[in-house]
């Protein structure tokens, strides 16, 4: 095998240092030829790609530094989860900025820095001397080839077997060049994002009236059909079940607050369901806000009026001041009602309190009643009562209210309460969607009048109508009526006198949201009737919607690791050009790629004849050939 290679090989191209090649077998070596004298022109080269070669250091650092100060640690930024850059893009617009990024910017600018490394990186691949750097062809194949990274891993070999510093730090930066071009081109990427945008102003939006499209005859539920009075009655006894337990449920486009009060948008259940699911928020949707005021009773008498063994009237009559004219002569209004139920459901409740209301038209009476048996009083008892609302003057009677004579039996009873009045005014809302599943609608803002105009309650119609009746058991001792509900969520206990009270602010405004809610039901119940209802209004509404849209992101962790990878890059080839910056052909730039390569190698075998037929080689011996020569710059 020792004739196939080579004695010696002397590149007679201008410009580069000459090379030599040794057989293994003899370990001759010819003395290098001097290059010829540098010239100004590739003294310029040099400085230039020296400058660019720096920038590709500090460049990277100065960005990663800042980056890191600026961004990162205020943001608190995750390193691998996605941070916005920006924008507000269509699909097509950001998969177009995503493809520019990764197919057009990034490798332009890693092919650029790749070659101003791998031009320094690969000049000279053995210092220049006199000493015996020999090193195998295929390695110096490899070492002129690479001018880019790469994760050939067998390259990679070839280049550590050379057994030699500037071999292995090309290997260590074909590597790093290649982990830092895959960073830098997964860098930006896109997200989806739900956008917010104000509805088109010709808008098809439209919702259905409710007040305004329901004749008064609808206030009346004896009008109802079967199907639609099931309804309303398992909603009306639904919302004083609910209001016996706290539960304060709010439906489509209500809130309840106790200081707001309630409000509920003028609109049917229908029309905003039907909304468009990309519609999240729908502005200027008419509504009412329903609130009521209270002042103390004084009460002047009060009574058992009637029994008809399956209900017990009661009636109360009230001082209120009396007109203008005549301010010294009180006026006085009858205010009465039904507890509907059997006697032995009412005549069993001994020494607790019991709740009741009482109506006169458009006023009601939320009163308690103080119940002992026998004459025998409890004590802690005082003749007012502190409440929001003022002072309220306690009546004490000796009153009967077991009814019939048969089951007589008298009972001294105190007697208190306040006279309270629903309002309602006219206003706006602001509606945001808060459930897509349920189409969902709560009322985000609002404005109103300041106008409050009178009304009359539904429920005053349906408390004897509908039998109602309160959850019996150990949570409260029920009365018949509506008024063991709404006083219930109020009641507390004052220890250690075991003295049961009320919070009479809560009585009033459960009261408000009791007598809100099944309006709102029945109203809803009225427009499903098309027969009745075969056209009913609609008015336009703004809103927003939601719409999808696309920014630009990019990952932190990767931007870090692509900026290190760059700077460690730059940090190998600036530490092999200073390592043999004191060599002529690292300050002319001369570099060993395939060009060069092929050249010097067909210049130093011309007179090997035997090398002549090496394309009729076999594989394994010409494997074994490229281990075995080796060169020396």
Not at 73 to 88: E, H, V
Not at 459 to 475: D, R, V
Request: proline share 5%.
């Amino acid at each position: 095998m020792a004739s196939l290679f080579p004695s010696c090989w002397i590149s007679k191209t201008p410009q580069f240092s000459a090379v030599s090649a040794v057989d293994p077998e003899t370990s001759d070596v010819q003395t290098q030829r001097e290059p010829r004298t540098f010239s100004t022109r590739s003294d310029t080269r040099t400085s230039i790609l020296l400058f660019l070669l720096c920038l590709s250091l500090v460049i990277p650092f100065v960005v990663l530094v800042t980056w890191w100060l600026a961004v990162v640690r205020p943001n608190q930024l995750g390193f691998w989860k996605s941070a916005p850059i920006g924008g507000s893009l269509n699909q097509i617009g950001a998969k177009s900025i995503d493809l520019v990024s990764s197919a057009v910017v990034a490798p332009i600018v890693m092919t650029s820095i790749n070659w101003l490394w791998f031009t320094f990186a690969r000049v000279v691949p053995c210092k220049e001397s006199h000493k015996q750097n020999f090193v195998p062809v295929t390695s110096l194949l490899h070492f002129s080839i690479t001018s880019s990274g790469s994760y050939d891993l067998i390259k990679t070999w070839h280049l550590i077997r050379a057994r030699r510093g500037r071999f292995g730090l090309l290997a260590i930066l074909t590597l790093l060049s290649a982990a830092t071009w895959s960073l830098f081109v997964n860098i930006v990427a896109y997200e989806a994002i739900s956008v917010r945008q104000k509805l088109p102003t010709h808008s098809d939006i439209t919702l259905k009236y409710l007040k305004e499209t329901i004749p008064r005859v609808w206030k009346n539920t004896n009008d109802l059909s079967r199907a639609e009075y099931a309804q309303f009655a398992i909603g009306y006894t639904t919302t004083l079940h609910n209001v016996f337990f706290g539960n304060y449920v709010e439906d489509y486009g209500q809130t309840w607050s106790p200081t707001e009060g309630f409000i509920s948008v003028n609109a049917s259940r229908e029309s905003l369901s039907k909304v468009p699911n990309y519609v999240i928020e729908l502005w200027n949707v008419a509504a009412h806000r329903g609130t009521i005021s209270c002042e103390p009773a004084k009460i002047n008498q009060f009574k058992a009026i009637k029994w008809t063994g399956e209900s017990l009237e009661v009636g109360a009559l009230l001082e209120f001041p009396g007109n203008a004219t005549n301010t010294s002569t009180p006026k006085l209004t009858v205010f009465r009602s039904q507890f509907p139920g059997q006697f032995s459901e009412i005549d069993r409740l001994e020494n607790e309190q019991l709740y009741f209301i009482l109506y006169n038209y458009n006023r009601v009476f939320l009163g308690v009643m103080d119940n002992w048996n026998n004459d025998t009083r409890v004590s802690n008892t005082s003749s007012t009562l502190k409440t929001d609302f003022g002072s309220l003057p306690k009546f004490l009677t000796t009153s009967d209210i077991s009814i019939p004579e048969t089951m007589f039996r008298k009972r001294q009873v105190e007697v208190y309460g306040v006279v309270c009045d629903l309002h309602q005014q006219a206003g706006v809302v602001h509606l945001t969607l808060v459930s897509n599943s349920s189409r969902k609608w709560q009322v985000s803002s609002s404005y109103f009048e300041q106008k409050k105009d009178p009304v009359e309650d539904l429920i005053s119609q349906c408390h004897g109508e509908y039998q109602y009746h309160a959850p019996y058991g150990e949570l409260v001792h029920a009365l018949s009526g509506i008024g063991t509900s709404l006083a219930a969520p109020s009641r507390h206990m004052v220890y250690p006198s075991i003295t049961i009270g009320i919070d009479f602010t809560n009585y009033a405004q459960n009261y408000l949201y009791a007598a809100s809610v099944p309006e709102s039901t029945l109203l809803n119940i009225g427009l499903l009737n098309t027969t009745r209802m075969p056209q009913s209004p609609v008015y336009p509404v703004a809103g927003v919607q939601e719409i999808l849209k696309y920014r630009i992101t990019y990952i932190p962790g990767l931007l870090f690791l692509g900026l290190l990878g760059t700077i460690s890059c730059s940090t190998i080839v600036i530490g092999m050009t200073i390592h043999s910056w004191r060599t002529k052909s690292i300050r002319l730039g001369l570099v060993v790629d395939g060009l060069r390569f092929v050249a010097d190698l067909a210049s130093a075998v011309k007179e090997e004849h035997m090398v002549i037929d090496a394309h009729e080689w076999e594989r394994i011996t010409l494997i074994q050939w490229g281990l075995k020569t080796k060169m020396r710059y």
